[in-house]
């Protein structure tokens, strides 16, 4: 499990096809590897991989990526930058929300604008508005004011209009992850708020239930 707190920002430095997937090291220099080892869970860009290898003198992390997963998801292309995670200890705090690193499918980046134009390009407390076309078949787990998970950021959704959704982002996120990268068009993995997931997948069971009792 994770939280969507972001703690630092890493480089895809090689990607390997092998059979049934891709092996990818990745520069994990930023990240604090003083408790970490080989088999730990890390997210990269919302999604749960384990660490296979591990370079101390590069700091550079091996992943094994299966096909499912690059099914699944936006991708990881050579020289691309990740979010990434250490797995949440129990008795840590819960900044974000509770992120499984199961990425749910994947939307694209429909608007990435300053809302703070006055204060300047080179002003470092601009906000953002960052919209976001979202797979019609997670629609129905989205709402306002809830949480949303982009490429392993734990976000606050501002609006829903149709399969956009619309987030605000602050200073401090837009600098600390690698939203300073995106453009319109590119991919970004999406994952569901899991309280919602379960809450629609009760509701469900529930009407199938109610269904039989009346038929009867």
Not at 66 to 86: Q, Y
Not at 158 to 168: A, K, L
Request: glycine share 10%; aromatic share 4%.
């Amino acid at each position: 499990m994770f939280t969507g707190i972001i703690t630092a920002v890493g480089a895809i430095k090689t990607v390997t096809p092998k059979a049934g997937g891709v092996a990818l090291e990745v520069d994990a220099s930023k990240l604090d590897l003083t408790d970490v080892a080989l088999g730990d869970s890390i997210a990269l860009n919302g999604c749960c991989l384990t660490v296979v290898a591990w370079e101390t003198k590069t700091q550079t992390l091996a992943f094994d990526v299966s096909a499912e997963t690059l099914r699944c998801t936006a991708g990881f292309p050579k020289g691309g930058r990740v979010n990434m995670e250490k797995a949440m200890r129990l008795s840590d705090r819960l900044g974000g929300h509770l992120v499984s690193g199961h990425v749910d499918g994947v939307g694209r980046i429909a608007q990435l604008k300053v809302l703070d134009a006055a204060l300047g390009e080179e002003n470092a407390e601009r906000n953002y508005l960052l919209e976001i076309e979202a797979p019609e078949t997670l629609m129905r787990f989205i709402a306002p004011k809830g949480s949303l998970t982009v490429n392993g950021v734990s976000l606050t959704v501002n609006t829903v209009v149709g399969n956009r959704v619309s987030i605000n982002l602050i200073p401090h996120t837009f600098a600390a992850t690698t939203f300073s990268s995106l453009k319109v068009g590119d991919a970004v993995n999406l994952e569901i708020d899991l309280i919602a997931r379960y809450v629609a997948q009760l509701l469900s069971a529930t009407v199938d239930v109610l269904k039989c009792g009346s038929a009867k």
